[in-house]
């Protein structure tokens, strides 16, 4: 078996986090998902690897140019995942496995998808079951029964379906001609419903089904997330900690590394080659902590962190539970950040941080997110002119790469800003911010004579 990989989707629902990198390039656990899904495929025994790439090109190659085995094909243009896998077959007589580049699903199941096909020799689907919190109509999605796929519909109604797709297609090297027969979008939609122009790899699924083909269902044993929105990113880099810290069962603890007598340590930790443990540090919990990292004066960090490499993590700051820090990050006194940043962020001193911060982005002093709707509600997110409500994660920010926040910013829940953004201190953001964009704040101001003689001399 093949494995193919599509990486050629430009990531609009992503904003800010499309503009400088596509969605397979994105970190998670700080490290791009196209690499993870390399080492997942290459772990499951499939050492024949073609990477399919369009928008963006030039990122994907730079993220696995350590990987000299992987095949890499570039479209001119990208048409959809039908066409995406053709681009990537040499060889209509192999089987292959299709792997959606911006999906992070767990290790186990995407071994039992490939066990799955094995036996079988049929088409094979990973599928997820629809959360109670999903909206359906946001996925292509199925209806299974008895692990069986007895239908695919895009972005339907709730009553049509049970599960959603989870981006991992096992095909036997008989539905390549239902591939080249792909009609260009997606025909199989609710009464009403608008799909895109677009060769949906899920159509040629469906023409199988039509055919009285076998198509297998693999429920996600653990997890299979679709990088669909920047909330997404939160969800993901949570469910890959969760996954990291049960597989670790001892302390990892290089012999270059220094702890501190000083320092208190809760849980079992990670501590990478040349990392130092400094002075009253607190680590309440697990945490992985990658090479060259200094933690230091007071720092704390709370149950189930991640550092990357390079970062400079001290001066009483705090580091929340289940965030990860990316690599050569500056965090300094009486920062504290939840959540997740991408590599060299800086958030020097005395700010409060919830969301996804994007590279090279300074966060000045005394920036402060608000977490919480005075009418505790769902912070609605406007995604490409369309209102959404996330179950979780509605109330983070999400600020794009090599943006400068200025002194006192404060970001009202849900907030995006886009790439290239400069904020005039002490702006009050309260909705979306366009990338290239400086915001500036007028004040109004009134002087008045004062002096000693206001106080009776």
């Known amino acids: ?81 039908a066409k995406s896998a053709l681009a990537g077959l040499e060889n209509e007589n192999d089987d292959v496995l299709i792997v959606y580049g911006d999906v992070v699903v767990d290790d186990q199941s995407m071994r039992e998808v490939i066990d799955c096909f094995e036996k079988t020799g049929e088409a094979v689907i990973l599928t997820q079951k629809l959360d109670p919190t999903e909206r ?18 895009g972005h339907p109604r709730s009553h049509y379906v049970n599960s959603r797709l989870g981006g991992v ?24 419903g608008m799909p895109n122009k677009e060769a949906e790899l899920a159509q040629s699924m469906q023409m199988m089904i039509e055919d009285g083909i076998s198509v297998s269902a693999v429920e996600a044993t653990g997890f299979c997330l679709d990088l669909d929105k920047p909330w997404h990113l939160l969800e993901a880099n949570e469910l890959m900690i969760e996954s990291l810290f049960e597989k670790m069962e001892t302390n990892e603890i ?20 040349g990392s130092r443990i400094g002075r009253n540090v607190m680590i309440k ?120 926040t200025g002194v006192g910013n404060i970001f009202l829940p849900g907030v995006k800003i886009g790439c290239n953004v400069a904020l005039w201190p002490g702006a009050i953001i309260d909705q979306d911010i366009a990338s290239e964009t400086l915001v500036v704040v007028k004040q109004e101001k009134e002087m008045k004579s004062w002096g000693s003689n206001r106080y009776g001399w």
């Open 285 to 404: 919990g697990d945490a992985y902590i990658g090479e060259n990292v200094v933690i230091d004066s007071g720092a704390i960090l709370e149950d189930k962190v991640v550092i990357g490499d390079g970062c400079r993590i001290e001066d009483i700051c705090c580091i929340r539970s289940h965030t990860t820090i990316g690599v050569y990050n500056k965090i300094g006194f009486n920062a504290e950040v939840a959540g997740v940043t991408f590599d060299h962020v800086s958030l020097a001193h005395n700010c409060e941080m919830r969301g996804v911060i994007g590279s090279y982005t300074d966060i000045a002093a005394g920036c402060l997110t608000g977490s919480l709707r005075f009418d505790d509600g769902v912070t609605p997110q406007r995604i490409q002119g369309r209102m959404e409500y996330p179950a979780q994660y509605s109330d983070a920010i999400f600020i794009g790469d090599h943006s400068r």
């Open 169 to 192: 297609f096992a095909l036997p090297q008989s539905a390549m001609s239902y591939l080249l027969s792909n009609p260009g979008y997606m025909m199989n939609v609710c009464v009403g």
């Open 1 to 81: 078996m093949k494995g193919i990989i599509l990486c050629a989707g430009k990531g609009k629902k992503l904003w800010p986090f499309g503009e400088w990198r596509p969605k397979a390039c994105l970190p998670v656990l700080n490290k791009p998902v196209v690499e993870r899904l390399v080492e997942q495929l290459e772990q499951a025994g499939i050492s024949e690897i073609v990477v399919v790439i369009s928008h963006h090109a030039e990122m994907v190659r730079y993220a696995l140019r350590k990987y000299g085995s992987v095949r890499i094909v570039e479209e001119a243009r990208a048409a959809g995942t």
């Open 254 to 273: 290089d012999s270059s590394t220094f702890i501190d007598d000083s320092a208190w340590i809760g849980g079992k930790i990670h501590l990478g080659k």
């Open 136 to 153: 359906s109509i946001d996925w292509i999605c199925a209806d299974c029964e008895k692990q069986q796929v007895r239908g695919i519909y």
